[in-house]
């Protein structure tokens, strides 16, 4: 059983009304030859395809209904009328002279018409009216009674996956945070003396030595320019500082703590200056230059000699070596984190504009507004991290917070104010970051605010920009899940191949295939989807579909039941689905009822 394209001939029955005494003999001998008029509607049940629901009617005359009647005109006026009585007007067909053809000697006109899909339009009937009018005196009228030439609405189409997932950008502060306390000294070429590294960091070591805590490990990594005389310089480096930290704990420590100090070399062959020069701003046959004498063949001494004679060997020895003379200080906790509470105290009184930003920096900003669960203090902190920093995972973040809000919103015109934000602070953060991930979530926002052609456009977009397998499989089974809903189905299926082999995928391919009629490919990637959610209620409701199709009550029995077993809502839904409308008085389907 095909139902979307199962047609219904109506012949309607007549009532016709006088609304002038004299409306005349001809006015009434064309409203009483309108009793034989055909009126067809294909598909019946109508079909909600995508964001429209698209169907054509075909009415047919009979032979001499319009013959030598220049001075009366017929149209047929078409409505849908919603669940609650909401009409509304789709168009007419006019028996014009041009306007209609003749099948079989009789007057016919084809027409498609359409009208926005909308949740409360599922429950509706298409109704159609005719009218006979005479030209000069358009207060002539005749009506035939209005009668019900389909229902609607099928909304098979509709029962995609979709999964638009997108969250807050990972922060990571918790984790940097609670590491280990770094802190740099760089020193002058050939040196290893404390007095070469005095300035601002000192203060702070001298603040770990003061910290009243039971234990202290200490790392102590030292590193040497290929240019400085020597090879011990780096250890040197190390030792020094390590023994100026003992020193100081002497002297102001007054809790008595254990402290663990060890001193470690970092690597100075020359791989490490291979490193910094390709990260380096020297211009692309500069780097050639060193690359090629660093990575060739020959003696160190005969390298240095080489690179010194080199175009570079300027910007190296004012930009390069300078950073490779350090020692790096590592304790085994960070004294500059502040508390959670400290943290969110602080964010919340710069959101309130009592306090400057600067108190905090953007990464501790940021990590405040993931202490709080409610939406609407996290939204006034992602907007405070927006105005103090201006970088892309505070927009990012706060369109977050603007979907999430939207998502709980149950007020149409609210809901999409919500939505605009979100495009809004996301578009921003693509401007500054634009990469898959970002652009994933902008067109995903753009999908649920109902632009389905622009989200089609960044969708693409974002697959063009590339990234890992798994985000990539993401963007294109939402890109699938929006073709369907677009009546785009080869589209979708061309997407589809290319988004993995999860649950959503088989769910989609599914219902593609079962819109293509090719029912038993269909069955075989729900039972798919259900391997991968075991017990599915939609796949189940799907299956259930589908054996209607095949005329299979086995499969509306056990499958609409599993469905109604995992969520109540399905069983008033089969009650009102087209699709099962030809089972209500049988024994399959009452079972399928029983919980």
Same mark, same amino acid.
């Given at each position: 059983?095909?139902?979307?394209k199962?047609k219904a001939?109506?012949?309607l029955?007549?009532a016709?009304?006088?609304l002038?005494?004299n409306?005349?003999?001809t006015?009434?001998?064309?409203a009483?030859?309108?009793e034989?008029?055909q009126?067809e509607?294909i598909?019946?049940p109508?079909v909600a395809?995508g964001?429209e629901v698209?169907?054509?009617?075909?009415?047919t005359?009979?032979e001499?209904?319009?013959k030598? &009647?220049?001075?009366y005109?017929?149209?047929?006026?078409?409505?849908?009328?919603a669940?609650?009585q909401?009409?509304?007007h789709?168009?007419?067909?006019?028996?014009?002279i041009?306007?209609?053809?003749y099948?079989?000697?009789?007057?016919?006109?084809?027409?498609?018409?359409?009208?926005?899909?909308?949740?409360h339009?599922n429950?509706?009937?298409l109704?159609v009216?005719g009218?006979?009018i005479e030209k000069?005196?358009?207060?002539?009228v005749?009506?035939?009674?209005?009668?019900?030439?389909?229902?609607g609405?099928?909304?098979?189409?509709?029962?995609?996956?979709?999964?638009?997932?997108?969250?807050?950008?990972?922060? &990571?502060y918790k984790? !940097?945070?609670d590491?280990?306390?770094?802190i740099l000294?760089?020193?002058d070429e050939?040196?290893f003396?404390?007095?070469?590294?005095?300035?601002e960091n000192?203060p702070?070591?001298d603040?770990y030595?003061m910290d009243t805590v039971?234990q202290?490990t200490?790392?102590v990594?030292?590193?040497q320019?290929?240019?400085?005389?020597?090879?011990?310089l780096?250890?040197?480096?190390?030792?020094?500082?390590a023994n100026?930290?003992?020193?100081?704990?002497?002297a102001?420590?007054?809790?008595?703590?254990m402290?663990?100090?060890?001193t470690?070399v970092? #690597?100075?062959?020359w791989s #490490?200056?291979?490193e910094?020069v390709?990260?380096?701003?020297l211009?692309?046959?500069?780097?050639?230059?060193?690359?090629?004498?660093l990575?060739g063949t020959g003696?160190?001494k005969?390298?240095?000699d080489a690179?010194?004679?080199s175009a570079?060997?300027?910007?190296i020895s004012?930009?390069?070596?300078?950073?490779?003379?350090?020692?790096?200080?590592?304790?085994d906790y960070?004294?500059a984190?502040? #508390?959670? !509470?400290?943290?969110?105290?602080?964010a919340?009184?710069?959101a309130?504009?009592s306090?400057?930003?600067?108190v905090?920096?953007?990464e501790?900003?940021?990590?405040a507004?993931?202490?709080t669960?409610?939406?609407?203090?996290?939204?006034?902190?992602y907007?405070?991290?927006?105005k103090?920093?201006?970088?892309?995972?505070a927009?990012?973040?706060?369109?977050?917070v !603007?979907?999430e809000?939207a998502r709980?919103e149950?007020?149409?015109?609210a809901?999409e104010?919500l939505?605009?934000k979100?495009i809004h602070n996301?578009n921003?953060a693509?401007?500054r970051?634009?990469?898959a991930?970002?652009?994933?979530?902008?067109?995903?926002?753009y999908?649920?605010r109902?632009n389905?052609d622009k989200?089609?456009?960044?969708?693409?977009?974002?697959?063009k %920009?590339?990234g890992e397998?798994?985000?990539l499989?993401?963007?294109?089974?939402?890109?699938a899940?929006l073709e369907m809903e677009m009546g785009?189905y080869?589209d979708?299926?061309?997407s589809?191949?290319y988004?993995g082999?999860d649950y959503?995928?088989?769910m989609n %391919?599914?219902l593609s295939y079962l819109?293509?009629?090719?029912?038993?490919g269909a069955?075989? !990637?729900y039972?798919?989807?259900?391997?991968?959610?075991? @017990?599915d209620p939609l796949?189940?409701?799907?299956?259930?579909?589908l054996?209607?199709?095949?005329?299979n @009550?086995?499969?509306?029995?056990?499958?609409l039941?599993r469905?109604?077993?995992?969520?109540?809502s399905?069983?008033?839904?089969?009650f009102?689905?087209?699709?099962f409308?030809?089972y209500?008085?049988k024994q399959?389907?009452r079972?399928?009822m029983i919980?």
């Amino acid at each position: 059983m095909k139902h979307n394209k199962k047609k219904a001939a109506l012949f309607l029955p007549l009532a016709v009304v006088m609304l002038s005494a004299n409306t005349g003999c001809t006015l009434q001998r064309m409203a009483k030859q309108a009793e034989k008029q055909q009126i067809e509607v294909i598909p019946n049940p109508l079909v909600a395809n995508g964001e429209e629901v698209v169907f054509e009617i075909k009415a047919t005359l009979p032979e001499k209904m319009l013959k030598n &009647n220049e001075d009366y005109r017929y149209k047929i006026d078409v409505v849908y009328e919603a669940d609650g009585q909401q009409r509304e007007h789709l168009g007419a067909l006019n028996f014009d002279i041009g306007n209609y053809l003749y099948d079989n000697r009789r007057p016919t006109i084809t027409q498609e018409f359409s009208f926005p899909y909308a949740p409360h339009k599922n429950k509706g009937k298409l109704l159609v009216q005719g009218t006979v009018i005479e030209k000069r005196k358009r207060d002539r009228v005749a009506y035939t009674s209005e009668e019900q030439v389909a229902t609607g609405l099928n909304t098979t189409a509709l029962l995609m996956v979709r999964n638009n997932d997108y969250t807050y950008v990972p922060d &990571n502060y918790k984790e !940097y945070a609670d590491g280990p306390g770094t802190i740099l000294f760089y020193f002058d070429e050939n040196t290893f003396t404390t007095k070469s590294y005095l300035g601002e960091n000192l203060p702070l070591l001298d603040q770990y030595a003061m910290d009243t805590v039971k234990q202290q490990t200490i790392k102590v990594i030292g590193s040497q320019a290929p240019n400085e005389k020597g090879t011990d310089l780096a250890q040197k480096r190390a030792s020094a500082l390590a023994n100026y930290y003992r020193t100081k704990v002497k002297a102001l420590d007054y809790a008595g703590k254990m402290v663990d100090i060890s001193t470690e070399v970092e #690597s100075t062959d020359w791989s #490490s200056l291979v490193e910094r020069v390709n990260k380096s701003a020297l211009p692309k046959a500069q780097k050639q230059e060193v690359l090629a004498i660093l990575q060739g063949t020959g003696a160190d001494k005969q390298k240095a000699d080489a690179l010194q004679q080199s175009a570079a060997f300027d910007y190296i020895s004012r930009y390069v070596y300078p950073t490779m003379r350090f020692a790096r200080v590592e304790v085994d906790y960070n004294r500059a984190r502040k #508390s959670d !509470y400290e943290l969110y105290l602080l964010a919340r009184r710069i959101a309130d504009d009592s306090i400057s930003a600067q108190v905090l920096t953007a990464e501790e900003l940021q990590y405040a507004a993931t202490l709080t669960p409610l939406l609407a203090e996290r939204r006034k902190l992602y907007e405070a991290a927006v105005k103090t920093t201006d970088k892309w995972p505070a927009y990012y973040n706060l369109g977050v917070v !603007y979907t999430e809000m939207a998502r709980k919103e149950y007020r149409t015109k609210a809901k999409e104010a919500l939505l605009d934000k979100a495009i809004h602070n996301l578009n921003f953060a693509g401007f500054r970051n634009p990469t898959a991930e970002v652009n994933y979530a902008l067109a995903s926002a753009y999908h649920l605010r109902g632009n389905r052609d622009k989200a089609l456009q960044i969708y693409d977009y974002a697959i063009k %920009l590339g990234g890992e397998q798994e985000l990539l499989h993401r963007i294109f089974a939402d890109k699938a899940a929006l073709e369907m809903e677009m009546g785009l189905y080869d589209d979708a299926i061309r997407s589809l191949t290319y988004s993995g082999d999860d649950y959503q995928t088989n769910m989609n %391919l599914g219902l593609s295939y079962l819109l293509k009629e090719n029912y038993e490919g269909a069955r075989q !990637y729900y039972e798919k989807a259900l391997e991968l959610k075991e @017990e599915d209620p939609l796949a189940h409701y799907l299956l259930a579909v589908l054996g209607a199709r095949m005329q299979n @009550e086995g499969m509306i029995r056990i499958h609409l039941r599993r469905a109604i077993q995992r969520d109540r809502s399905y069983m008033e839904r089969a009650f009102d689905d087209p699709e099962f409308e030809a089972y209500h008085g049988k024994q399959a389907f009452r079972e399928a009822m029983i919980r």
